[in-house]
T-cell receptor, first 115, second 114 residues
Framework: GAVVSQHPSRVICKSGTSVKIECRSL??????MFWYRQFPKQSLMLMAT?????????EQGVEKDKFLINHASLTLSTLTVTSAHPEDSSFYIC???????????FGQGTRLTVV | GDSVTQMEGPVTLSEEAFLTINCTYT??????LFWYVQYPGEGLQLLLK?????DKGSNKGFEATYRKETTSFHLEKGSVQVSDSAVYFC?????????????FGKGTTLSVSS
């Protein structure tokens, strides 16, 4: 079945640095990629929706200059957390619709810790 | 707007106990309903789904029935195992937006002991 590979699974970085998270669709073309953030004991919060070749659409309250999303190809979407702060520490998950556009496939998630 | 409400956890059970995790929703029309499971340190996996009223989704011994009259999609399993310990999310996809928008409940943590 369709697989979305997310990397890295876990990252620790210093405050002020930037971290890039990648999501790749391994055997299908992901026209649309969704990026979520999950706080401890909370639900998934949709951050933004990216479509290949166009600018991402950000949800209200999400800083687009801080969370840079690039979807330059049909198999790769990236989320870059710029100038990270400890409050950015969270679990980030990508999701793509499948080749039939009727299913959802999640990446494995990235645990970001900013120290 | 559309929303999902699920029972708060954690739910703590002994092995072979019966499990129910309640989920209710608010939506216009006939949304698609899902249960996702998240094992420790991993992303979400689709557990089961139902796309129309009275449909029953089932997988790995888990079941949930789409009840339009009560706007519910409760998750049940007759005999849980330690390996079922995870966080379970109820979600809906609004009508006419299949595969795109997904709205999640807050998640319910299940802990099963032997």
């Amino acid at each position: 079945g369709a697989v979305v590979s997310q990397h890295p699974s876990r990252v620790i970085c210093k405050s002020g640095t930037s971290v890039k998270i990648e999501c790749r669709s391994l055997d299908f073309q992901a026209t649309t990629m969704f990026w979520y953030r999950q706080f401890p004991k909370q639900s998934l919060m949709l951050m933004a929706t990216s479509n290949e070749g166009s600018k991402a659409t950000y949800e209200q309250g999400v800083e687009k200059d801080k969370f840079l999303i690039n979807h330059a190809s049909l198999t790769l979407s990236t989320l870059t957390v710029t100038s990270a702060h400890p409050e950015d520490s969270s679990f980030y998950i990508c999701r793509s619709t499948g080749p039939m556009n009727t299913e959802a496939f999640f990446g494995q998630g990235t645990r970001l810790t900013v120290v | 707007g559309d929303s999902v409400t699920q029972m708060e956890g954690p739910v703590t059970l002994s092995e072979e106990a019966f499990l129910t995790i309640n989920c209710t929703y608010t939506a216009t029309g006939y949304p698609s309903l899902f249960w996702y499971v998240q094992y420790p340190g991993e992303g979400l996996q689709l557990l089961l789904k139902a796309t129309k009223a009275d449909d029953k989704g089932s997988n790995k011994g888990f079941e949930a029935t789409y009840r339009k009259e009560t706007t519910s999609f409760h998750l049940e399993k007759g005999s849980v195992q330690v390996s079922d310990s995870a966080v379970y999310f109820c979600a809906l996809s609004p009508a006419n937006q299949a595969g795109t928008a997904l709205i999640f409940g807050k998640g319910t943590t299940l802990s099963v002991s032997s």
